[in-house]
Structure formats: structure tokens, C-alpha cells
């Protein structure tokens, strides 16, 4: 069983930085395709961010290009997302994800198809 547990969320004034990290368990990360999403308050959950395997690629959503870097390092099981410049509308729970098929595509994949989820951080941008 993979587990992912996402840390560090919390309280930034706009324009701030805040960085996410997913340790991984249960399965090794260069094994997985990883993955950042997240969800507003009556928002459905969207893809922000997804790396393949090896950290050769990434994807990002186009609100958060040029502010948003996902990076992972397979040594500490642990991807990371590295938020600056961040405004209120980044507001929201931000999730890793994991796919169990590390060579899947890189591209905007629907939630669904992602097999495995963590829990879940809060990040709140004040204006």
C-alpha cells in the first residue's frame, strides 16, 4: 500500500512563498508518476502540477506557470512544490497524487485516473 503524506501549508500574505512536500511510503518514487492538485471551496479538484519519474518533465497548470515549480527527489521519497508569488485564487487544499504507471503520458489527466492521495494541506493566501 502507497501512503502520501503532504506537509507544509498554512497562512501566506500575497506575494509570499510557501513550499509543499509528499513523503512517500510504501513503494519506491522513482516507481511512480507524481502529481499536485488541489481544490477551492466549491471548486472541483484541478490539476496544478505533475512530473514524471525521473524529474525530466513537468506539467503545469497555466495560472501557476512561472510561480509554481514541482520538483522530487527519489533519494528521500519525498516531491515537493515550490509556490512564490502566491495570490488569494491560489487558495485552496492542495493534494499529491501517484500513479502506479510511471511511464503514463505527461498531460492534464482527470483525478480519477491517479491511484493513489494524500490527505491534504491548507494553503490560505490573505490579500
Known amino acids: 500500500q502507497v501512503q502520501l503524506v503532504e506537509s507544509g501549508g498554512g497562512l501566506a500574505q500575497a506575494g509570499g512563498s510557501l513550499r509543499l512536500s509528499c513523503v512517500v511510503s510504501?513503494?519506491?518514487?522513482?516507481?511512480?508518476?507524481m502529481a499536485w492538485f488541489r481544490q477551492g471551496p466549491g471548486k472541483e479538484r484541478d490539476l496544478v502540477a505533475a512530473?514524471?519519474?525521473?524529474?525530466?518533465?513537468?506539467l503545469y497548470e497555466e495560472s501557476v506557470k512561472g510561480r509554481f515549480t514541482i520538483a522530487r527527489d527519489n533519494t528521500r521519497n519525498t516531491v515537493f512544490l515550490e509556490m512564490n508569488s502566491l495570490k488569494p485564487e491560489d487558495t485552496a487544499v492542495y493534494h499529491c497524487?501517484?500513479?502506479?504507471?510511471?511511464?503514463?503520458?505527461?498531460?492534464?489527466?482527470?483525478?480519477?485516473?491517479?491511484?493513489?492521495w494524500g490527505q491534504g494541506t491548507q494553503v490560505t493566501v490573505s490579500s
Open positions: 510504501g513503494r519506491p518514487l522513482n516507481r511512480l508518476a
Open positions: 512530473i514524471t519519474w525521473n524529474g525530466g518533465s513537468s
Open positions: 497524487a501517484a500513479d502506479l504507471d510511471r511511464y503514463v503520458p505527461l498531460e492534464n489527466r482527470d483525478p480519477a485516473e491517479y491511484d493513489y
